[in-house]
């Protein structure tokens, strides 16, 4: 496994890619002050919308399979 750690947005939030055979995993810990957030993946890019509709996005490269986040922290799974 190979994790690589890199920075989006003026945010800073630090958006981790660990790789795997099968695929590749992005995670971020967006804190939990974001509240109730959702996700969504369209064309390359991860939209996370917080409670307070606030908008992050995170550019990914293409085959996105699963866009998750559950308490502050965003997964993204891409094939490879």
């Known amino acids: ?3 690589d750690m890199q920075r989006f ?3 800073n939030d630090e958006l981790r890619r660990q790789d795997y055979d099968e ?3 992005f995670v971020a ?3 939990t002050e974001i509240g109730d957030a959702t996700v969504d993946a369209v064309d390359g ?3 996370v919308v917080t409670e307070d509709d606030e908008q992050r996005e995170f ?3 293409e085959g996105v ?3 998750t986040i559950n ?3 965003l997964t993204i799974e891409v094939a490879r």
């Open 59 to 61: 550019a990914l490269p």
């Open 9 to 11: 947005g003026d945010r």
């Open 71 to 73: 308490n502050g922290v």
């Open 23 to 25: 695929e590749i995993l």
């Open 45 to 47: 890019t991860a939209i």
């Open 65 to 67: 399979r699963a866009a």
């Open 1 to 3: 496994m190979k994790t």
């Open 29 to 31: 810990d967006l804190g």
